[in-house]
């Protein structure tokens, strides 16, 4: 059976292929100095804030430096926190002393700092982690991404200025959320980044696929939680498969398969397993598709995305195979796949966060997304439907909605800049 999401309207997805060019429109009313300071000031508006939470890897980065001992770090200061919960190991408010931050209880005077005016040149809103419900239905967790980006910009459209806003990770829970988020940022003309530090982590092999590229099959390999992982796996295979030729036209759409209907699905030509143990075998993880049957647990998952122009992409959640994330394709033009492994360092202070704070500095110095938010929105939605489908029995969903299109930047990712080697 498929199914259509009911909140789909024309309008609404058609109004996504101007959100790059709007982000660097002319701004309201009020623009932040053209010639800013050494030191750029961002408020911080984040879900909680303890030792390796995503607020201490990032802000905790223009805080303390790029691996937070200390000495250089971006040209970025931390002028106010907001923390929506404390949680037990807190350490905002030790941080907030040690470094002479303010601490406020509500998001609009964090950005004004209890003026009457905003006093920062960008605002990073980290909703990830916190105790925060759950949708009962699909159990996407109810962060609190959309409350943290109205506020945010209520209080700047309140004072008639732009700035640059990221948001970390996926937009929402809800793709109604995200589409109402993205559409606000273009109707403010915001410089809206947003995503996890996936893309722009190191690759293994340190290459990139051309754009242009014409591919006929994509794998995305990953593990964890089918939501807060399964975004990481989606976002990073389409971090590569955006580079294909013609760009990124919107995805029509997408199944999610568990069990038995993983296998019923590999015979049925869902998905490849050849370019499945491809990937995984630059990896460094070289199995057979009878170990890979053998080892995989309940909680494993195959995403199937049907792209608009004709692509098909599998998302394989290999839970018990593998603690990695990756990516393989096909090409038209070599019976060989290409595949990348991006790898990640797996203790404090998670320098692959750098670069991604990389790119926000980039986006709050310049006032351009380093990437396209469409990325971020895509894969959100993406998401959405593909617990939707988790949930209903492995229920085919119609994606008219996700009629995006976008065409890739080319902002490097760690491997592709001297200063990034990756840790020992």
Same mark, same amino acid.
């Given at each position: 059976m498929t199914k259509t999401n009911p909140i789909?309207?024309?309008?609404? *997805?058609?109004?996504?292929?101007?959100?790059?060019?709007?982000?660097?429109?002319?701004? /309201?009313? $009020?623009?932040?100095?053209?010639?800013?300071?050494?030191?750029?000031?961002?408020?911080?508006?984040?879900?909680t804030? *303890?030792?390796?939470?995503?607020a201490d890897v990032i802000v905790g980065k223009i805080l303390e430096g790029w691996r937070q001992t200390g000495g %250089?770090?971006?040209?970025?200061?931390?002028?106010?926190?907001?923390? +929506?919960?404390?949680? %037990?190991?807190?350490?905002s408010k030790s941080m907030a002393q040690k470094y002479d931050v303010p601490m406020f209880d509500n998001i609009a005077d964090t950005l004004t700092l209890g003026t009457d005016e905003v006093q920062v040149d960008g605002v990073l809103c980290i909703g990830e982690h916190g105790d925060y419900p759950i949708v009962?239905?699909?159990?996407?967790?109810?962060?609190?991404?959309?409350?943290?980006? %109205?506020?945010?910009?209520?209080?700047?459209?309140? &004072? $008639?200025?732009?700035?640059?806003? *990221?948001? %970390?990770?996926?937009?929402?829970?809800?793709?109604?959320?995200?589409? &109402?988020?993205?559409?606000?940022?273009?109707?403010?003309k915001l410089p809206f980044?947003?995503?996890?530090?996936?893309?722009?982590?190191?690759?293994?092999?340190?290459?990139?696929?051309?754009?242009?590229?014409? /591919?006929?099959?994509? =794998?995305?390999?990953g593990y964890g939680?089918?939501?807060?992982?399964?975004? &990481?796996?989606? @976002?990073?295979?389409?971090?590569?498969? @955006?580079?294909?030729r013609g760009g990124e036209s919107g995805v029509r759409q997408i199944q999610t398969l568990q069990? +038995?209907?993983?296998?019923?699905?590999? @015979?049925?030509?869902?998905?490849?397993? !050849?370019?499945?143990?491809?990937?995984?075998?630059?990896?460094?993880?070289?199995?057979?598709? !009878?170990?890979?049957?053998?080892?995989?647990?309940?909680?494993?998952a195959v995403y199937v995305i049907d792209y608009r122009d004709g692509l098909r992409a599998a998302c394989c959640m290999f839970n018990g195979i593998t603690s990695r994330f990756g990516c393989g394709v096909r090409t038209a033009n070599s019976n060989s796949p290409k595949a990348w492994w991006f790898k990640l360092e797996h203790k404090f202070p998670y320098g692959h966060f750098e670069h991604l704070l990389r790119a926000i500095e980039k986006t709050f110095v310049t006032k351009r997304p380093a990437y396209p938010v469409e990325r971020t929105l895509l894969t959100t939605g993406?998401? +959405?439907? =593909?617990?939707?489908?988790?949930?209903? +029995?492995?229920?085919?969903?119609?994606?008219? @909605? /996700?009629?995006?299109?976008?065409k890739p930047s080319e902002w490097p990712f760690a491997n592709q800049d001297s200063r990034f080697a990756f840790p020992a």
């Open positions: 789909n309207t024309r309008r609404q *997805f058609l109004s996504y292929g101007a959100l790059a060019a709007a982000s660097a429109s002319t701004p /309201l009313q $009020h623009v932040a100095a053209t010639s800013p300071p050494a030191k750029l000031n961002v408020a911080a508006v984040v879900s804030y *303890f030792r390796n939470s995503h %250089d770090g971006p040209a970025l200061k931390v002028a106010s926190i907001y923390v +929506d919960q404390i949680s %037990d190991g807190d350490i009962q239905e699909t159990g996407q967790v109810m962060y609190p991404r959309r409350r943290f980006f %109205d506020e945010v910009t209520a209080t700047l459209e309140q &004072h $008639h200025t732009r700035v640059p806003i *990221f948001n %970390d990770k996926h937009l929402a829970f809800a793709w109604r959320d995200a589409a &109402h988020m993205a559409n606000t940022a273009k109707r403010l980044l947003a995503g996890s530090s996936l893309p722009v982590a190191w690759r293994s092999p340190n290459t990139v696929l051309p754009i242009g590229t014409k /591919l006929t099959q994509a =794998c995305g390999i939680g089918l939501e807060s992982y399964g975004f &990481h796996a989606l @976002e990073t295979m389409q971090s590569i498969v @955006e580079r294909r069990s +038995d209907r993983i296998w019923e699905g590999l @015979e049925a030509g869902l998905w490849d397993s !050849e370019l499945a143990l491809a990937t995984l075998k630059n990896m460094e993880i070289d199995i057979t598709l !009878e170990q890979l049957k053998a080892q995989l647990t309940e909680g494993a993406i998401l +959405d439907r =593909c617990m939707h489908s988790l949930t209903n +029995d492995g229920g085919i969903y119609a994606t008219p @909605e /996700l009629r995006i299109r976008y």
